[in-house]
């Protein structure tokens, strides 16, 4: 009973610490940022068609998202597209994924990195804006959502 304590608690200073991490969920993933000092907010970031999750949360952090993380303490989860293309509710490649599901368990995963359900916001870019579209029709438990076009 103590060996699973300890590494209970050994699991769980490890999430807690800052850094950069991948969380497998079956056939699925999403990598996430955690600040020094976390405030509890997240952020999904869905990227857009034909990209990757690792495109945004790459170690030159392109769009700036890590280091506003690491000075307001907010994680950043980065989602993943089976295909590199959301289920955005269009008749494209991706009609038959459940991305709708694969956010409320990346929701759910995110209780691990001590993040509050009511603080957590989604903003996507491009294919990634339009699954942001559909889950702000969806989703009554997300804080707040944006769009960014391109």
């Known amino acids: ?5 300890l590494f209970c ?7 807690a610490q800052a850094g950069d991490f991948t969380v497998n969920m079956g056939n699925r993933f999403f990598m996430v940022h955690t600040p ?20 945004f949360a790459g170690a030159s952090d392109p ?9 307001d303490g907010f994680t950043v989860a980065f989602g993943q597209a089976v295909g590199g293309n959301w289920n955005d509710s269009n008749q494209g490649p991706s009609s038959t994924v459940d ?16 993040v509050d359900p009511s603080r957590i916001f989604v903003a996507g870019v491009s294919n990634g804006g339009m699954m942001t579209e559909r889950l702000a029709c969806e989703f009554d438990t997300i804080a ?3 769009v960014v076009s391109m």
């Open 1 to 5: 009973m103590r060996f699973i304590a």
């Open 99 to 114: 991305d709708v599901t694969y956010i409320r368990n990346v929701i759910a995963a995110l209780a691990e990195f001590n």
């Open 36 to 55: 020094p000092v976390p405030n509890g907010a997240a952020v999904i970031i869905l990227h857009g068609g034909e990209q990757k999750a690792a495109t």
């Open 9 to 15: 608690g050994l699991f769980f200073a490890t999430i």
């Open 144 to 146: 707040g959502f944006a």
């Open 63 to 71: 769009i700036g998202i890590k280091a506003a993380s690491d000075a």
